[in-house]
């Protein structure tokens, strides 16, 4: 009986082993990040993050590899394409375990990089790419307020409603992602301040840096907790620590 017992006690480890290891997410030194939208505005404090978490193997998607590599600097590798062109995609997701995306249109003038063109169909595009890729993981900076039709923005290309298409297209694509919605954007120094985090979709105002745009979004990568959530940042009390290690704890899956 205690030799049928050990045996049985090994059987079930070895099958349970390979799932965990599957599970398992791949550690910062070894985890290859596409980052898109290195060269906006919220570029440098995503790198920093990404610095800042140990992570490497970063690899920016670019339409101009000469005029990004004056944006970024070096120790990043820079890969040709747009997301307007959904075949230009796959030859940059080749190898890559995450995505981070702070993708956004920065023009209401110009009809081929409109809110539609970038902040719907270029998303679209990256996630049916990444699904197609197997990406690990897909972290998607949005905006506070997107599900508003009362946004002011709305009145300028209708940029909420096209943000909220992309997070709608990010969802159904079936790549495990996370949405995040920070409030208005500030280029002070982050860590300065707590972060608060809900869900829903209901505050009203509130503003966060950059920097600590990127650090949750960094935070998020592979974090079990966060995956295929959808929540919204705002600065909290001013010198307030964060606890990383229960911050996504609680958070309602998207349904």
């Known amino acids: 009986m205690k030799i049928l017992a050990l045996a049985t006690a090994l059987a079930l480890a070895a099958a349970v082993a390979p799932v965990s290891a599957a599970t398992k997410a791949p550690s910062p030194g070894s985890a290859v990040v596409l980052l898109v939208g290195a060269t906006g505005k919220s570029g440098p404090g995503l790198l920093d993050a990404l610095k800042a978490g140990g992570y490497k193997n970063v690899r920016a998607l670019v339409r101009d590899p000469a005029t990004a590599r004056a944006k970024v600097g070096e120790g990043i590798e820079l890969v040709q394409g747009d997301v307007r062109d959904a075949a230009s995609l796959a030859k940059a997701l080749q190898g890559v375990t995450y995505i981070v995306s702070a993708l956004g249109s920065n023009t209401f003038t110009d009809p081929n990089n409109s809110p539609e063109k970038v902040d719907y169909e270029g998303v679209r595009n990256l996630a049916t790419a990444a699904k197609a890729a197997n990406i690990k993981h897909y972290v998607q900076v ?103 290690r229960t911050f996504f704890k609680g958070l309602n899956k998207d349904t």
Not at 172 to 188: E, F, N
Not at 222 to 243: C, K, M, Q, R, Y
Request: glycine share 14%; hydrophobic share 35%.
């Open 142 to 244: 949005s905006s506070l307020g997107v599900t508003n039709p009362n946004h002011p923005l709305n009145r300028f290309g209708k940029v909420m409603e096209w943000k909220l298409k992309g997070e709608n297209a990010l969802r159904a694509s079936g790549v495990p992602y996370t949405i995040v919605r920070p409030g208005g954007l500030s280029d002070d120094a982050g860590g300065k301040a707590g972060i608060r985090i809900t869900q829903g979709d209901k505050a009203n105002s509130g503003r966060i840096p950059r920097a600590d745009v990127g650090t949750v979004c960094i935070h998020a990568l592979g974090n079990p907790d966060a995956l295929n959530t959808t929540f919204e940042i705002v600065s909290g009390a001013a010198g307030t620590a964060v606890d990383w």
